[in-house]
Structure formats: C-alpha cells, structure tokens
C-alpha cells in the first residue's frame, strides 16, 4: 500500500512529504511509547502514533521509518515537521483514533513486522 | 578501514527536544562508511537509548565512538547520580524516571534492556555519586 493510499483510506492529509506519496509499505507498527517502537518496530517502516514530540521523529529516523501517522487529530509543530523534511520521513495526520487507524489500514492489508 | 576512526560528542542535558543528535549523526557517518545497514540500526538503537538515558537521568555527558574494522564501539560517560541496582535496572519494565518524562514516550524501563537487546557486548560501570560509563559494542 502507497503512503497516497493510506493517506486516502484514512481521511488524512499530508503534513508532509506529498513527493514521498508513491513509497510501498507492508508493515506497520502503532504505539505511544517510544520505546516499545525501538525494541519491537523490526522491519516495519510505517509508524502510527498519537504522542507528539520531535523524539518521534528522531525514533523514526533510527528505524528507517519511512511515514510517520499521527491519529487523534494531533498536528506536531513546525520544529517536528522541520525535522521530518530534513530526513525525508512523510508526515500523515488524522482525526481517527489509533485503534480505527489500524483497522483500517489492516482491512487494506497491511500488517504488523512481528 | 585500516585505521580506528573516533567521533566524540557532549550531550546537553537541558534540552530533550535535541536528544538523539548525536545518534542521527552517527548513524550518518557509518552509512557514509559503508556499515552494513544492519549494524547501523543497532548502533543507531543501542546510541539513541543511552543519549536518551543521559538527558533523563543524568544531565548529560559525553560520547565517543570509534569505528574498527571488526566493531563499532561507544562509550557513554554521564557524571549522573551513578545506577544503584543494576540487575533490577536491567529488567524489562523497570524504571526510576520520572512523569514528565513518560509523558515524552521514554521511561518506560525499556532503555538498558533495549541497549543491551540491540549490541553484542555491554559493560556498565556505576559508582553512586560519581557517574556511569556504559561500554557497547556491535560487531561488524
């Protein structure tokens, strides 16, 4: 599934990265807890997200993540999405809560890395 | 590579919004190196924890890496309030942090472990009062 894709399953517009829209994703890995992301994300470059901090971002860059989704509506700032540019991570934000975002993504066919 | 490279960074203990800096950073220079991608994750992890762990816990402090032939080594040094227990420190779901601190996605006792998790060899050395020096290696 396309990050376009995913952007239109989900109602979500693009906060960044609209030039990344064609980059392909299997796996996908949802949590608020940084930590967990770092010990169990594995090959998954999609990160879903409601916590909103540039730590998210530097947490994704570790990893490779390729699009970040942050769900309940929350936006991260202009420092986030400076950070996010600068290392190529597209930016998704939408309204949807985290559990309805990845059921949707699931019914599309995406999967956990696990 | 026939000669060790090393690469020596302060952490600013302030500012949390800034940590990770210096992991980004070395994850850059060994891609730039030609490490397999896979021990950069590692590197990248293990690093990004131990800053993480820094401005938490001990205000900072300085940390160096050097890259061999066969491995990358980092070594972390804070002059922080030192590890009193490093066994319980180890476990999963342990941690001193604080709060605010959760609130930012970290301290949920995963950052050792994590370290640990991700590279071949771990030493911590922890004197209360004085500081902690955490030695990791990944092989390459």
């Keep these: ?114 | 590579m026939s000669e060790q490279l090393t690469f020596t960074y302060t952490i600013d203990g302030d500012d949390f919004t800034r940590a990770g800096e210096a992991s980004s950073s070395v994850k850059n220079k060994l891609k730039m190196l030609g490490v397999s991608s896979d021990a950069i994750r590692k590197v990248a992890i293990a690093m990004y924890e131990g800053e993480i762990n820094m401005v938490i816990h001990a205000e900072g402090g300085t940390i160096s890496v050097s890259v061999s032939d066969d491995a990358v080594t980092m070594v972390l040094a804070d002059r922080g309030p030192g590890i009193p227990d490093i066994d319980k420190a180890m476990q999963e779901g342990y941690s001193t942090a604080r709060e605010d601190v959760r609130s930012l996605g970290f301290g949920a006792g995963m950052g050792l472990p994590n370290m640990k998790r991700f590279t071949d060899e771990m030493q911590i050395d922890t004197v209360i009062g004085e500081g902690t020096t955490i030695t990791m290696k990944v092989y390459l």
């Design chain 1, 1 to 114: 599934m396309t990050i376009r894709e995913m952007k239109e399953a989900l109602d979500a517009k693009f906060l960044y990265g609209e030039e990344l829209a064609d980059l392909d994703a299997q796996f996908v890995f949802s949590a608020d807890m940084m930590s967990d992301v770092l010990a169990y994300c594995g090959k998954c470059s999609v990160l879903i997200t409601g916590l909103c901090n540039p730590q998210v971002v530097r947490t994704a860059e570790m990893l490779d993540i390729v699009c970040i989704i942050f769900v309940r509506g929350k936006l991260p700032d202009e420092n986030m999405l400076a950070l996010a540019r600068g290392k190529s991570i597209a930016v998704l934000a939408t309204d949807h809560y985290m559990f309805t975002t990845c059921g949707i993504l699931y019914e599309h066919g995406l999967r956990g890395g696990a």
